[in-house]
């Protein structure tokens, strides 16, 4: 059996030490990897180091391994955001319980809606994405509050589990098999961009704290603005609430301070903010003033 892999993340790193631990490094054909700018820390240096020390082929995205890819049995997509030409026994590890959220930052937009469980699906890849047939899925339930890292780190084990699993029914049977999704369950999942780290405070404490876990680190961190310059929160914790006259219109602004924390009015609810820093990173509790109103979407 041989299997190439084309990974990102810690998540892809996990998966291919699993894997060498399972079948050795003779089970892999290549390693592809590639940088990733959204992140704070995309593992790439850690890939390359690892597939060195293994003696596994590795190449990064966009640069050429000496005669071309080796042929291999299956490939592994982990994390990977762009198209593999040849698709033949090409399997998707996708960050959710499929058919449920198809498509962009599965594992953000679960923990932003406060999902019971996070999942791993292994599939086929399909013209169309995330449609094609389950071969492997495995699950965690969680518990709220879960910072994104958490979360990552769990998805994590499940990667490693479902490569394990896949390499396993590869070598026992030779081929790759899969179950058809039931597209009447299906949801989808939207890409996330800069404007989608903006801040809702209309809504609750508890969602708005629960928000600022999803997109904190390794991600950029949930933003605001004050007096017209952006700032990251990002951390918070509900406290709380007091009745508010006229909430709707003082939505975002500071109602208390808790010696430098901030505490701003929320939809309902009130969030004490506990890290706050500028745009450059720098922190900047102790720096407000009491009429400081936080805008965000």
Not at 182 to 191: E, F, M, P, R, V
């Amino acid at each position: 059996m041989k299997i190439g892999f084309h990974i990102i993340g810690s998540k892809g790193l996990q998966a291919l030490q699993a894997f060498v631990d399972a079948f050795g490094g003779g089970a892999i054909a290549y390693v592809v990897a590639a940088r990733d700018g959204a992140i704070q820390y995309d593992a790439f240096d850690d890939i390359a180091s690892y597939c060195s020390d293994s003696d596994i082929s590795f190449v990064e995205r966009g640069k050429a391994l000496p005669g071309g890819l080796p042929r291999c049995d299956a490939k592994f997509a982990i994390g990977w955001r762009w198209l593999i030409d040849d698709a033949e026994n090409l399997v998707v590890f996708h960050d959710s319980p499929l058919p449920r959220y198809r498509g962009f930052a599965p594992l953000v937009n679960m923990l932003v809606d406060g999902c019971g469980e996070i999942a791993v699906t292994a599939l086929l890849a399909s013209a169309e994405y995330d449609r094609g047939d389950i071969v492997a899925q495995a699950a965690l339930p969680v518990d709220y509050p879960l910072k994104i890292s958490e979360a990552i780190d769990m998805a994590a084990t499940l990667y490693a589990r479902l490569a394990v699993d896949v390499g396993s029914a590869i070598q026992a049977e030779g081929t790759l098999k899969g179950v058809p999704q039931n597209d009447g369950d299906a949801s989808y999942s939207l890409w996330r961009d800069e404007l989608d780290y903006r801040i809702d405070f209309s809504r609750s404490a508890d969602e708005v704290c629960r928000f600022i876990d999803a997109v904190g680190y390794p991600y950029n961190g949930a933003s605001a603005s004050v007096n017209g310059s952006l700032v990251r929160v990002l951390d918070a914790v509900p406290v709380a609430d007091v009745r508010v006259e006229n909430r709707a219109a003082h939505i975002g602004k500071i109602i208390f301070f808790e010696a430098t924390l901030p505490v701003i009015v929320c939809g309902s609810g009130l969030l004490k903010v506990t890290d706050l820093r500028d745009s450059q990173g720098e922190p900047m509790l102790g720096k407000l003033k009491f009429r400081t109103r936080f805008e965000g979407c």
